[in-house]
């Protein structure tokens, strides 16, 4: 497996959940990182990348919510989810960023109003 993303779960409107994602060291050590989510009935977008170099960027509507951040000693790349909203739902993936590898299972995220 390239790509397992891990840690989401069911959670009221306003609460948190920290995703992460592990890959192997060849993967995490050429690539930027980034999540995407797919929303019900939507198309899968982009949420939040971070380079090699720790350069970072979230898109608007999660921006002030979520932190996106990478361990290189554990390869992995994590997804802080705060205040989060039932519009966060839908399934979320890992990939590099740019996208280059098939996509994994995800991990859903469910939040209650």
């Known amino acids: 497996v390239q790509l397992q993303a891990s840690g989401g779960g069911l959670v009221q409107a306003g609460g948190s959940l920290r995703l992460s994602c592990a890959t192997s060291?060849?993967?995490?050590?050429?690539?930027?990182m980034g999540w995407y989510r797919q929303a019900p009935g939507q198309q899968r977008e982009r949420v939040a990348f971070?380079?090699?170099?720790?350069?970072?960027n979230l898109i608007r509507a999660v921006r002030g919510r979520f932190t996106i951040s990478r361990d290189n000693a554990k390869n992995t790349v994590y997804l802080q989810m705060s205040s989060l909203k039932p519009e966060d739902t839908g399934v979320y993936y890992c990939?590099?960023?740019?996208?280059?590898?098939?996509w994994g299972q995800g991990t859903q995220v469910t939040v209650s109003s």
């Open positions: 990939n590099t960023f740019p996208i280059t590898l098939s």
């Open positions: 060291v060849d993967i995490f050590a050429r690539n930027g």
């Open positions: 971070i380079t090699a170099t720790d350069g970072s």
